[in-house]
């Protein structure tokens, strides 16, 4: 009697282990799942984002061959130079990940196909942030240029403007080679966004897949 009733708790104890474990798998997977729904909706929209600014980059580099001279053309770089400093990054939802991580949370993921593709997701981000590093250098590069050949200064722009009509948007110098070095790393800047782009894409489809297989494994609404 004395066996069966230790048998018998034994077996209630890890029931009740289970139920737990269970039911924290699920609250992992359900919080994590609310994570990835955010990250592919900040997925698409960086990704808008930098679509709209290799729009006015492109729109700034039609103007590399142009003359400098034509007060018409000074005005067009002034216009599309905003695109320049532009920078949209996404930086992901990681909560639960991080928990999953650091506090051992990966233990109680019983699906080894889901932790599985736990760990590629955070594989999938890392390489994201690894992209963001010559997007963001490039962009400081081409937006250091611009400061360097255009004038800010409402104040003093304003002013000019009132004075000779005919020199509107004065830039400073009109070398060419200086106009060149700057078109030059407009042209890195827009390369770069553009690569950063496509990793940003690439990642996409793959969170979209594991929100997929999270709510058929897990019997997610």
Known sequence: MIFLAVTMGFFAESLRENINANDKEKEYIVSFENNLEKDKAGLNDIILENKKKIEGLDSLLALA????????????????????????????????????????????????????????????????????????????????????????????????????????????????????????????????TQNYIGNLQERLPYTTKLIALLKQEYDLN
């Open 65 to 192: 061959n142009k003359d400098m001279a034509d007060p018409a053309n000074r005005k067009m770089v002034y216009m599309y130079a905003s695109a320049i400093s532009n920078t949209s990054v996404f930086i992901s939802n990681d909560a639960t990940m991080t928990q999953l991580k650091n506090s051992g949370g990966l233990q109680f993921i019983k699906h080894g196909n889901i932790a599985d593709s736990i760990s590629k997701y955070d594989q999938e981000v890392r390489g994201i942030y690894a992209a963001e590093a010559p997007y963001t250098r490039y962009t400081n590069d081409a937006t250091e240029a611009m400061t360097d050949l255009l004038i800010f200064n409402l104040k003093s722009h304003t002013a000019r403007l009132s004075k000779s009509a005919a020199q509107p948007y004065p830039l400073l110098s009109l070398d060419p080679e200086r106009i060149q070095v700057f078109f030059n790393k407009v042209m890195l800047e827009r390369g770069w």
